[in-house]
């Protein structure tokens, strides 16, 4: 068993690779819309690979914008809080 050594205890690295909306390469995270993450041991042996895919979804049976709508949470949240304390007579 000797010379392997417990696996979490290597370095490791790791490379990210940026694709922009038309698939070219590109440096900048804020112009990706989708990436790929290479990690790599001490070896050099890939040891995981992981992409990600970043898009804007839009709700279309949210009458109002995103940040709006979760205000409006919020607000029911908040209301729902005040009357269980006057229910409870915490308030």
Not at 15 to 39: C, K, L, M, Q, S
Request: no cysteine; net charge negative.
């Amino acid at each position: 068993m000797a010379g392997k050594g417990n696996p979490e205890q290597q370095p490791s690295t790791s490379r990210t690779a940026y694709f922009d909306a038309d698939g070219n390469r590109t440096d900048d995270p804020a112009r990706a819309v989708r990436g790929e993450i290479h990690e790599r041991d001490a070896g050099g042996r890939r040891t995981k690979r992981t992409w990600f895919l970043i898009e804007e979804v839009d709700v279309k049976w949210l009458p109002v914008s995103e940040g709006a709508f979760l205000l409006w949470v919020l607000l029911g949240l908040l209301l729902a809080w005040v009357l269980i304390g006057l229910a409870f007579g915490l308030i």
